[in-house]
């Protein structure tokens, strides 16, 4: 293996004349950044080649930080910004970072040939292994967006001892099912691989915005050299399995595990409830759908009505039926509430997500933490590293990685609340909520276990 290499930069460097402690921190930071460009290796293994880049130097007792991004991205295309922020260099520099290229994604990768077979989901899982053992570390700490979170997760149910923590960006554990391929086969009928793409990583919303980092990702993701690739591992996406996660069963994470969602995520992810309300408000809820789903079935049997927006009631006269609708997520029945005047309404949660709250139902509560990250769009570790970073920085402490001390200024900012996983509606966990101001930057340490809400 190629030599690692640290930049050690000493406390007692003198300042400049004129230089303040702040400004030479800054410069430090800048410099540490500059100098430590990574040492990219390749393995080989049953499923072929993997390329991985090293940053920082393995320290003592501590598991590294292991990452692997999403489709239509590589490891510095979706995780530079936050390994890059600012407040993130006082957590990196205690751990060594292993950044998973998925193979054919890194950059400068050749084509494969036509026919090549591209490996499963699960396949890229068992390479992980190849990659621990020619770096010599025993365990991990993943980090993982969409694909990448998934293929960690599968990692995670394969080698529990291996993994001590998992920070898991928009997973979906579920496999396509027959509605999602007949709207997938639809989409792909009148959009191209790259859109299909950035509509997986990021909001209608967004793209239609198209903002400065839209029209950057909308660029890399279009333009790619290796697009052909880039498809092969979305069909590896799209043909995932079921991780079959069940609370309590013999398929489960048994590390901690901090489940991320931004809030304006992928609209297949908003979440509709079917409610009845009388005169007093909210009387009851019927099921629990999510909205691309409700747009899927209109899109194929252009019945019903599916519409996207903040929180909002449509008035549920001309809606699809319950019975299929209630396969896809269940629903609870109200009984006595029926025929007595209330009226139905779709409600639309523009701020939920329904994989990590299914995701979240599924996952042992004592040792799962939910945070939804306000206007954070489809990629928070895009758009909020901050946020992220400061998440990330509590999670580790629970984990007891991290000292109190290092609780920065974010955390006097906010108020997080606190939630702990409660029962189960249908396939839909429920949550109480807990306040909890953190003024006086006390929040929460221990075992995660709850939700945080980071809303700012
Ligand atoms: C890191 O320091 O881990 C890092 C640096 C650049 C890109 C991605 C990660």
Avoid at 20 to 37: F, G, H, N, S, W
Avoid at 387 to 409: D, H, N
Wanted: charged share 20%; glycine share 10%.
């Amino acid at each position: 293996m190629a030599e690692l290499q640290e930049v050690q930069i000493t406390e007692e460097k003198p300042l400049l004349p004129g230089q303040t402690p702040e400004v030479a921190k800054e410069a430090e930071l800048a410099a540490r950044i500059l100098l430590d460009q990574g040492q990219t290796h390749s393995v080989e293994t049953p499923y072929g080649s993997v390329t991985f880049t090293v940053y920082g130097t393995p320290k003592p007792k501590r598991p590294a930080i292991l990452t692997y991004h999403d489709v239509g991205l590589n490891y510095k295309s979706c995780f530079q910004p936050l390994f890059q922020f600012g407040d993130m260099q006082e957590i990196i520099q205690n751990f060594v970072r292993v950044h998973v290229d998925a193979p054919g994604m890194e950059e400068g990768a050749p084509v494969f040939p036509l026919g090549y077979q591209y490996p499963s989901l699960d396949q890229l899982a068992d390479m992980i292994p190849c990659i621990l053992q020619y770096l010599n570390f025993s365990t991990v700490i993943g980090v993982g967006v969409g694909a990448g979170a998934y293929i960690l997760s599968r990692y995670a149910l394969t080698h529990p001892d291996m993994v001590e923590g998992l920070v898991l960006i928009n997973i979906d554990p579920n496999a396509k099912g027959w509605m999602d391929w007949a709207a997938h086969k639809l989409t792909g009928l009148t959009s191209s691989i790259p859109e299909m793409i950035l509509g997986h990583l990021f909001s209608q919303e967004e793209l239609s915005g198209n903002s400065e980092l839209i029209q950057k990702y909308r660029n890399i993701v279009t333009h790619a050299p290796n697009l052909e690739n880039i498809e092969l591992y979305w069909n590896s996406y799209n043909n995932r399995r079921d991780l079959n996660l069940e609370r309590g069963g013999a398929v489960t994470l048994k590390c901690p595990v901090m489940l991320v969602v931004g809030d304006q995520a992928p609209h297949e992810d908003a979440v509709v409830s079917r409610e009845f309300w009388g005169g007093r408000g909210r009387v009851g809820v019927l099921g629990w759908w999510s909205e691309g789903y409700l747009a899927k079935r209109q899109a194929l049997f252009g019945t019903g009505r599916a519409t996207m927006g903040p929180k909002r009631l449509i008035p549920g006269k001309n809606e699809m039926g319950m019975g299929l609708m209630g396969k896809e997520l269940g629903s609870g029945s109200l009984g006595p509430l029926e025929g007595r005047g209330h009226r139905e309404y779709n409600v639309i949660h523009s701020a939920s997500c329904l994989h990590q709250v299914e995701c979240n139902s599924k996952l042992d509560p004592t040792q799962t933490s939910f945070l939804k990250m306000a206007d954070s769009g489809g990629q928070p570790q895009l758009t909020q590293p901050g946020k992220l970073t400061e998440a990330f920085k509590y999670f580790l402490q629970g984990m007891g990685y991290m000292a109190s001390s290092c609780m920065t200024r974010l955390s006097r900012s906010r108020t997080a609340s606190l939630t702990s996983a409660a029962s189960v509606d249908g396939n839909r966990s429920r949550s109480r909520t807990l306040s909890q101001s953190s003024e006086s930057g006390t929040l929460p340490s221990g075992p995660p276990g709850h939700t945080m809400e980071v809303s700012c």
